[in-house]
């Protein structure tokens, strides 16, 4: 199990992560195999529907934007009490956003309308959610979550034509619910330090031609660390920019923690596999 789905095993965590919770180990659980030629489905054929499930840009390599922050209703979820004049200073920092496929995001701040003795804070809050966010956005959102070469260890068939599949490597696991159409519907993750359940949620295109796929529009996630729980929501929609479908809105929810809505404009959308960072 190696390219997309080995990622997300790492990636699912990231985003969690920016919450700046403590970690802690859980023991992990391997998935029986069966062999491949008693499984009830044909593997490749099974893999190469899930992947042609849900519209993802497998084309675009770079995504430039800007990105506006409610400063409001993140103020207020996290219990901040901003002033009015640091509200407006942080209403008005400007970010950027420079995401490469495959790489790091970076991330600019231009505090010039007036800087908050905790812009390097903020700054590093921010770097860390949105690498979170373009972590799940590259593997699972952008592409397909299994690569053609990825092979389940076990396809086991449900009610009403659903199916789990799962996949094992190195002792990490991802066991994949889908339904009758083979649209992911749960993942739960298995990683040595810890285990981590996705519900993807999807909307249909806003304007459906033959061969327009439905979008994913919502992630559900729960992460456990041993004792420890965090649960999280990403929504977003999306913007059509230089002939792909991008994100629009993102809001955040970390139970507990805060909400967070992010707009992103002004965005070039490329190809170019050879932009620098």
Not at 119 to 143: H, R, T, V
Not at 147 to 159: F, G, H, M, N, R
Not at 225 to 235: D, V
Request: charged residues 20%; contains cysteine.
């Amino acid at each position: 199990m190696r390219s997309n789905l080995a990622f997300l095993l790492l990636a699912s965590s990231v985003c969690i992560l920016a919450a700046q919770q403590p970690a802690k180990t859980s023991p992990s659980q391997a998935v029986n195999r069966t062999p491949l030629q008693k499984l009830p489905y044909d593997p490749a054929k099974l893999v190469n529907a899930v992947r042609a499930s849900y519209y993802h840009p497998d084309g675009m390599s770079v995504l430039d934007c800007a990105i506006n922050i409610d400063w409001p209703s993140f103020s207020d979820s996290a219990k901040l009490n901003l002033p009015p004049d640091r509200l407006k200073m942080a209403e008005g920092m400007k970010m950027h956003s420079h995401a490469v496929r495959g790489k790091a995001p970076v991330i600019t701040f231009d505090w010039s309308a007036g800087s908050l003795s905790t812009s390097d804070q903020i700054e590093g809050g921010f770097k860390q959610m949105l690498g979170g966010f373009y972590q799940i956005y590259w593997p699972m959102i952008a592409a397909p979550p299994i690569a053609s070469t990825d092979v389940p260890s076990k396809i086991e068939p449900l009610e009403n034509g659903a199916k789990r599949i799962s996949f094992t490597d190195s002792g990490s696991s991802v066991v994949l619910t889908v339904d009758n159409d083979n649209t992911p519907t749960h993942y739960a993750m298995d990683l040595s330090t810890m285990k981590v359940a996705i519900d993807p949620e999807y909307t249909s295109s806003p304007r459906p031609v033959p061969g327009d796929l439905r979008r994913l529009s919502g992630l559900k996630v729960n992460e456990q660390f041993g004792a420890s729980t965090i649960n999280m929501g990403i929504n977003l929609d999306y913007q059509q920019v230089d002939g792909f479908n991008v994100p629009q809105h993102v809001a955040f929810n970390i139970s507990g923690a805060f909400v967070l809505n992010l707009e992103f404009t002004d965005c070039e959308a490329s190809k170019d596999t050879g932009a620098t960072q």
